[in-house]
T-cell receptor
Framework: ETGVTQTPRHLVMGMTNKKSLKCEQH?????MYWYKQSAKKPLELMFVYNFKEQTENNSVPSRFSPECPNSSHLFLHLHTLQPEDSALYLCASSQAWGLAGERETQYFGPGTRLLVL | AQSVTQLDSQVPVFEEAPVELRCNYS??????LFWYVQYPNQGLQLLLK??????LVKGINGFEAEFNKSQTSFHLRKPSVHISDTAEYFCAVRPNTGNQFYFGTGTSLTVIP
């Protein structure tokens, strides 16, 4: 599935930098997600947007700030990150969220590999 | 509490041999079940899913999985693997109440020529 794109694919940043990750889906979906994938740990769901409204924030530190200007685009703004934030950040989308079932099947982008120095 | 366990972190298997990747879950409610595959430097791709109906689910690339409610398992199988199946495989659970997805820690499948 190539309907979800993410940029950049790789990012190196210092702890004082500000950067943004971008996700775009071309599937006509209404829900979008940010996940964090760290080595040997389960994927961690960070944020969920449904029809541009944030519906889930799983205790994510405020140095991660999501933005969803429309149903096709999702951003993750990063500032004053820590080295332990280094990970693969995955974006996903689905037709809807909160209904459980076929419409909630998620499709993932290729991820942004983030390294915080 | 919900959880997903993939007991095998690494599974080496010879080409054309069968493979089974195990997934067990714990949940107090009914669940929907998924298997995803992640090739190197790529995102997760949906292999198959169980939402309802037949407990034997067939997916892409010749994979299938069987939902066993009494054993709370959703093991992934393929009768004959190829080199191209080398990847990381993730099991995921979506309880039919609440708003969460739970992923396992993944199983790294290495197909040996």
């Amino acid at each position: 599935e190539t309907g979800v794109t993410q940029t950049p694919r790789h990012l190196v940043m210092g702890m004082t930098n500000k950067k943004s990750l971008k996700c775009e889906q071309h599937l006509g979906h209404n829900a979008m997600y940010w996940y964090k994938q760290s080595a040997k740990k389960p994927l961690e769901l960070m944020f969920v947007y449904n029809f541009k409204e944030q519906t889930e924030n799983n205790s994510v530190p405020s140095r991660f700030s999501p933005e969803c200007p429309n149903s096709s685009h999702l951003f993750l703004h990063l500032h004053t990150l820590q080295p332990e934030d280094s990970a693969l950040y995955l974006c996903a989308s689905s037709q809807a969220w909160g209904l459980a079932g076929e419409r909630e099947t998620q499709y993932f982008g290729p991820g942004t590999r983030l390294l915080v120095l | 509490a919900q959880s997903v366990t993939q007991l095998d972190s690494q599974v080496p298997v010879f080409e054309e041999a069968p493979v089974e990747l195990r997934c067990n879950y714990s949940s107090s409610v009914s669940v929907y079940l998924f298997w995803y595959v992640q090739y190197p430097n790529q995102g997760l791709q949906l292999l198959l899913k169980y939402l309802s109906g037949s407990t034997l689910v067939k997916g892409i690339n010749g994979f299938e999985a069987e939902f066993n409610k009494s054993q709370t398992s959703f093991h992934l199988r393929k009768p004959s693997v190829h080199i191209s199946d080398t990847a990381e495989y993730f099991c995921a659970v979506r309880p039919n109440t609440g708003n969460q997805f739970y992923f396992g820690t993944g199983t790294s499948l290495t197909v040996i020529p």
